[in-house]
């Protein structure tokens, strides 16, 4: 399971549509030019990976537990004033990001393999920063955590974080289950490249503020994938692919094998849901 080192889990405003069951499982039928590569990675990924199926925190479980919702904090690492219109800027692209891997799930408009959801809501229902006045509103559209520093970060409080609780039960958090956090979207001042995991995903401020109007924030969006299990590709490619997100630095958006890398995820893992 990708880990927080590599490269490789926000404001209470809901801003996508609100998560729809989709039909039964309509089956696993990949090109057929990328059944040997996505039988070597699976190969892999079982090969390398410690505690593949034991393992409960993947985006998946997130989504899952959620009900087709995900809930963000944003961990305002720098010392940047952020208005409110930056505030909303912020959550848009988080939003439109993440739903371009949860887009990838669906067929014709359906779930690929019994994924149960058209749409996944993404909502951010947290800020963390160093100091309350780098956060120029006064609304209460998100809660606000100052001063509460792990990992010389700032960070929204631990008994709403589901890495910090992850038998869901959030009787300690403030304002109960509806002000949890599922990840955390980490902007650090000065960062170059990225981390992503259960966790959520980590990226230099100044580059997501940046690309906040680009169409795919592709550091960003290599690091979700990793938040959803899929691995890294330093010293390796797959039988007959060239460019794609997973392989850093070879592709700047989500490409058809990263599409069906993520469905092969899936369909080894549905059966723990039900599906």
């Not at 399971?1 to 490269?7: G, H, Q």
């Not at 609100?18 to 990924?45: F, M």
């Not at 887009?103 to 229902?125: E, F, I």
């Not at 599409?259 to 849901?273: A, C, E, I, N, P």
Request: hydrophobic letters at 35%; proline letters at 6%.
């Amino acid at each position: 399971m990708p880990t927080a080192t590599r490269t490789p889990a926000p404001t209470a405003t809901s801003v996508v549509p609100t998560a729809t069951r989709t039909p039964a499982p309509t089956g696993w039928n990949p090109p057929s030019n990328l059944v040997t590569p996505l039988n070597e990675v699976w190969q892999h990924v079982e090969s390398t990976y410690g505690n593949l199926y034991g393992f409960r925190n993947y985006g998946w479980d997130q989504v899952i537990a959620g009900n087709g919702s995900i809930n963000y904090c944003v961990r305002w690492d720098s010392d940047a004033p952020v208005s409110a219109a930056l505030r909303d800027q912020i959550h848009a692209a988080l939003a439109r990001q993440f739903k371009k891997w949860m887009d990838a799930m669906l067929d014709n408009s359906q779930g690929t393999n019994g994924w149960p959801y058209t749409n996944v809501n993404v909502k951010v229902v947290g800020w963390a920063v160093r100091d309350r006045s780098t956060l120029q509103w006064s609304d209460n559209s998100v809660d606000i955590y100052v001063n509460n520093i792990a990992e010389n970060a700032p960070q929204c409080a631990p008994p709403c974080g589901r890495f910090f609780n992850q038998d869901g039960d959030y009787s300690d958090c403030p304002g109960g289950i509806d002000h949890h956090y599922d990840m955390s979207l980490w902007l650090t001042k000065g960062m170059g490249g990225g981390a992503g995991g259960d966790w959520g995903q980590r990226v230099g401020s100044e580059y997501f503020v940046n690309a906040l109007n680009s169409e795919n924030i592709h550091i960003f969006l290599h690091e979700v994938g990793h938040t959803f299990g899929l691995d890294d590709f330093y010293d390796w490619n797959p039988t007959g692919v060239n460019g794609f997100l997973m392989k850093a630095g070879s592709a700047s958006q989500i490409t058809e094998f990263d599409k069906w890398m993520l469905r092969d995820f899936w369909r080894h893992l549905k059966s723990r849901y039900g599906y």
